[in-house]
């Protein structure tokens, strides 16, 4: 019995699944990828609460808040990692939604919806909101 035919036969159609299963990643796909040079700033060497506000601007940041605390418009504060890079969201009594994404040199940005999702302000560089929503989508803020 010739053995190598089935099993030439099987290495052909592993190959062609794993060609066939392999897909490229687009939009809203979870994932938000940074390159190493998109990645380079250094904490901020003072410590200060951010106001998100202060996020809605053309202008890069010069540093890192890794530590700080985020501070929402209604008083709500989320404590930033003393890590760079990730993000984090929560939820508080009343139901609303709040988020933050670092987006590397393009900074922070944060998000805010109402228990529904059906009002959410948003606050970043342009380009830092256009990759968070190119990678979750527009309602990431939103569980």
Do not use: K
């Not at 299963?21 to 700033?41: F, M, V």
């Not at 985020?70 to 939604?97: K, Y």
């Amino acid at each position: 019995m010739n053995l190598r035919t089935p099993a030439v036969s099987g290495l052909l159609l592993v190959a062609a699944l794993s060609i066939t299963s392999c897909t490229h990643q687009g939009q809203e796909d979870g994932y938000l990828t940074l390159t190493a040079g998109e990645a380079t700033l250094s904490a901020c060497s003072t410590a200060a609460p951010v106001q998100v506000q202060a996020l809605r601007t053309e202008e890069l940041p010069s540093c890192d808040p890794i530590g700080q605390t985020l501070v929402f418009p209604d008083g709500e504060q989320i404590q930033l990692p003393e890590q760079q890079g990730g993000g984090g969201a929560s939820t508080s009594e009343s139901g609303d939604h709040y988020a933050y994404q670092n987006v590397g040199n393009w900074g922070l940005v944060a998000a805010r919806a109402d228990a529904d999702c059906s009002h959410v302000q948003e606050w970043g560089n342009p380009e830092a909101l256009r990759r968070v929503h190119e990678a979750f989508g527009s309602g990431w803020v939103c569980p």
